[in-house]
Nanobody, 114 residues
Framework: QVQLVESGGGLVQAGGSLRLSCAAS????????MAWYRQAPGKQRELVAV???????NYADSVKGRFTISRDNVKNTVYLQMNSLKPEDTAVYYC????????WGQGTQVTVSS
């Protein structure tokens, strides 16, 4: 069974930073591309960042230059370093294993105050 457990969210002031973590199990983590998504109240879930098995990365335009996705294949964990946070980054953040897209964790709430 695929399990994804996100952590690291919280309340932060605009301009601050947070580091999200997602521990994955039930998959061969090292060969799976991983992604972070977010969903703000009343909005659709949107793709934030992707990291391939070879650690190539891609980002939504709204977070380029501020967010960094990384992975640790020993710890089976994917990270999202978020800097220069803005109120519009407020959302529940989810990770996803792109070869197992139907599985989602509980998410972690990020709230950025102005």
């Amino acid at each position: 069974q695929v399990q994804l457990v996100e952590s690291g969210g919280g309340l932060v002031q605009a301009g601050g930073s947070l580091r999200l973590s997602c521990a994955a199990s039930g998959i061969i983590f090292s060969i799976n591309p991983m992604a972070w998504y977010r969903q703000a109240p009343g909005k659709q879930r949107e793709l934030v960042a992707v990291i391939t098995r070879g650690s190539s990365t891609n980002y939504a335009d709204s977070v380029k230059g501020r967010f960094t996705i990384s992975r640790d294949n020993v710890k089976n964990t994917v990270y999202l370093q978020m800097n220069s946070l803005k109120p519009e980054d407020t959302a529940v953040y989810y990770c996803n294993a792109l070869n197992y897209k139907q599985f989602w964790g509980q998410g972690t709430q990020v709230t950025v105050s102005s």
